[in-house]
């Protein structure tokens, strides 16, 4: 598979104040996309995600940093390129769909003037030409009327088209990567459907790549090709999504899986794991995991490395295998 993205062992920290050690919010990711699949990031709130999408955006607010670690996207060097170039790759090659729109949209602006602002960023053109392109944008995301809602406010929309007008900027110059971050999750569940599944099919079209950040595991398995899971800071598994979702190998993905409702478990208790995410400056020595974890034992007092399984990857000594021991039995 050739990288599109390319993360290794990504570190990154928020400083705690002079002299003292930055605290590890992200630490040891590594990811790959290629181009046109999604990769679906999913973990407990606090895990991590949204700081390692900020990362590769290099959007870090301060005093968050990249302590460590690679970011290659099409063969530009993220960690160490230029801020001048950094600017001319974010919206036109790699965009960003954030939870709330406001992040994305001005309130005093039309959305005309934004999008027409957003268009002529990255590509010499008449105003009259990136207005009628911002129109055809808005119809793309189902916008109706597209042409008298250019001269809307944020205000004048719905949560929902405010949602798709966001979309429908981060998709103006078909980017190779869109980073979205729980772009649905404030939406209700009959919109979430519908924007789903337009996002779906113009970036499908557009072979874009996407990373698809989320503790939906729902809308992972109806969207993505792979899936990262992340605890703590850390990845404790990846893998194809057929196989994780129904396969899980570290004990917190089969807890995850556990706990989402589902037609065939009705009338069945959900199983929550116990106990909540430690704080991530009070983190138990080893697996992070360990101190909810009914597979612990001893040995989980070091923290494991990123086990390598065909096309997975696990972090665990007592992987939940099914037909397999455990490394330790
Ligand atoms: N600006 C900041 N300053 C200090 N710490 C931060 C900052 N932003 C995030 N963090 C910390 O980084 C850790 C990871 O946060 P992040 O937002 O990436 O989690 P997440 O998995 O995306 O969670 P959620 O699903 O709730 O968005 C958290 O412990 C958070 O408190």
């Given at each position: 598979m ?21 605290l ?14 999604v ?11 949204s ?5 590769i ?13 690679q ?24 965009a960003?769909v954030?939870?709330?729109p ?18 002529q ?6 105003r009259?030409?990136a ?14 009327s ?6 809307a406010y944020p ?24 980073i ?22 113009l970036?499908?079209e557009?072979?874009?790549?996407v ?13 993505a090709?792979d ?5 703590a ?24 899986i ?5 037609q065939?478990k009705r ?10 995410t ?23 007092r070091?923290?494991?490395g990123?086990?390598?399984?065909d ?8 992987p ?10």
């Open positions: 050739t990288a599109l993205l390319k993360v290794s062992n990504l570190v990154t920290e928020f400083g705690t104040g002079k002299g003292q050690p930055g590890r919010v992200v630490n040891d990711v590594s990811l790959t996309v290629a181009r046109g699949k990769l679906g990031l999913v973990g407990e709130s606090g895990s991590g995600k700081v390692t999408g900020f990362s955006m290099r959007l870090l607010e301060k005093p968050g940093r990249i302590a460590g670690g970011i290659v996207f099409d063969g530009t060097d993220i960690v160490n390129c230029s801020d001048e170039e950094m600017r001319q790759l974010r919206g036109k090659r790699i960003m954030f939870q709330d406001t992040m994305t949209l001005n309130p005093v602006l039309t959305i005309g003037t934004q999008m027409v602002e957003a268009v960023a990255h590509e010499k053109m008449s009259h030409a207005r009628q392109r911002s129109r055809d944008a808005l119809g793309l995301v189902g916008i109706p597209p042409e008298e809602r250019l001269s205000h004048q929309f719905s949560g929902g088209m405010r949602q798709r007008v966001a979309i429908a900027i981060a998709l103006l110059h078909k980017p190779d990567l869109i979205a971050d729980e772009p649905t999750t404030a939406l209700d569940v009959t919109i979430q459907s519908q924007i789903i599944s337009e996002f779906q099919k970036t499908e557009a072979n874009t790549a990373i698809w950040i989320t503790h939906d595991l729902a809308i992972v398995s109806r969207l090709d899936v990262a899971v992340m605890y800071g850390r990845l404790v598994e990846t893998g194809p999504v057929a196989k994780v979702l129904t396969d899980p190998y570290h004990p917190y993905t089969a807890g995850l556990a706990s989402v409702p589902s065939n009338g069945e208790a959900l199983r929550q794991i116990r106990g909540m430690p704080a991530i400056n009070r983190l138990p020595q080893g697996c992070s995991f360990r101190t909810r974890c009914d597979r612990a034992t001893n040995a989980c070091v923290m494991p990123l086990m390598p399984a096309d997975r990857s696990f972090r665990c000594i007592h939940v295998m099914r037909g397999l021991h455990d490394a330790c039995d």
